[in-house]
């Protein structure tokens, strides 16, 4: 695994190529080029649309946090975790997904489209 781990606007994120102009490959066919998806791992759902995932949070017991007009925020009242992600589902990138991922073991996980 290269790359060089790039801390950015609070977030924390790998690039392969350090220089190259992008955070992911051009070239087709490697793996960073490729879409990813978040997928719900009990149903083997993938996740479409906020609806779907806001339902599937608040099955974990995750709430809606704060009212924000650019951000979608979720927390649980027995953690300190706070999901933060774009209101247009269209901008989530793969640094929401796999918070996502993080914060909801087992339940989640990023998957070549």
């Known amino acids: 695994m290269s790359g060089v781990w790039v801390f950015k606007d609070g977030v924390l994120r790998r690039v392969e190529h350090p220089g190259g102009g992008g955070e992911q490959s051009d070239r ?3 793996s960073s080029s490729r879409r990813k998806v978040l ?12 609806e779907i995932l806001e ?3 608040s099955e974990l017991g995750w709430e809606r946090y704060c009212h924000d007009p650019d951000l979608l925020q979720f927390h649980q009242r027995s953690s300190v975790h706070l999901i933060s992600l774009p209101r247009d589902f269209s901008k989530l990138k793969l640094v929401h997904m796999y918070d996502i991922v993080v914060k ?5 996980e990023v998957r070549d489209a």
């Open 39 to 50: 997928v719900y791992t009990p149903t083997n759902e993938v996740i479409t649309s906020y």
């Open 28 to 30: 087709p066919g490697s």
């Open 104 to 108: 909801s073991r087992n339940l989640f």
């Open 55 to 57: 339902r599937k949070l």
